[in-house]
């Protein structure tokens, strides 16, 4: 198959995306993945092959010594080749090695996504606890015209809109 950026070279380097459900899919030579940014994930951490060979004879050749995490012992080098995060301790422990990872494949290293357990569950300030938050009786008028809408039920949602409407006018 060749690039579809030049057209000459013989792809190598197959991207997918998905904007908005839809999935799109370029297939780059690599000068012009590289050109776009996409370059091997893991090539800042090429390692030579007296380590290779090291890690197979207890580092005989005199290498370093290989820093396990402590809760699940997992080296970096096996984090590495299978693309896998042994615990919550790994990310701890291989913290400056695992940032411009991170950030290369997601583009940031803060999480801006989904809250385990959903907007019902707040952490409480006292003693660190999730627990159950109760609905104003706003929140709930704008949760039933979201369900209204999904349903087509457009009479139900139109009351709820001006009963939504007054309350926020009240406010």
């Known amino acids: 198959m060749l690039c579809q950026a030049c057209g000459k070279?013989?792809?190598?380097?197959?991207?997918k995306t998905i904007v908005n459900g839809k999935l799109t899919e370029f297939h780059l030579?690599?000068?012009?993945?590289?050109?776009?940014g996409y370059n091997n994930l893991f090539s800042g951490w090429s390692m030579d092959l007296g380590n290779l060979?090291?890690?197979?004879?207890g580092n005989a050749q005199g290498g370093s010594q290989v820093t396990r995490c402590p809760t699940c012992g997992a080296s970096f080098e096996e984090i590495t080749r299978t693309g896998k995060i042994g615990c919550a301790g790994c990310y701890k422990t291989f913290r400056s090695q695992l940032i411009p990872l991170i950030q290369r494949i997601h583009g940031t290293t803060r999480h801006k996504g989904k809250v385990p357990?959903?907007?019902?569950?707040?952490?409480?300030?006292?003693?660190?606890q999730?627990?159950?938050?109760?609905?104003?009786?706003?929140?709930?008028?704008?949760?039933?015209?979201k369900q209204a809408i999904e349903k087509q039920d457009f009479e139900t949602a139109a009351v709820l809109r001006d009963e939504i409407k007054e309350m926020e006018s009240h406010d």
């Open 53 to 57: 060979l090291g890690g197979f004879w």
């Open 117 to 128: 357990g959903g907007s019902a569950l707040r952490i409480t300030t006292g003693g660190h």
């Open 29 to 36: 030579c690599p000068d012009c993945a590289k050109q776009k």
């Open 9 to 15: 070279k013989t792809a190598t380097t197959h991207v």
């Open 130 to 145: 999730m627990m159950p938050v109760q609905e104003s009786p706003l929140e709930e008028k704008k949760r039933l015209l």
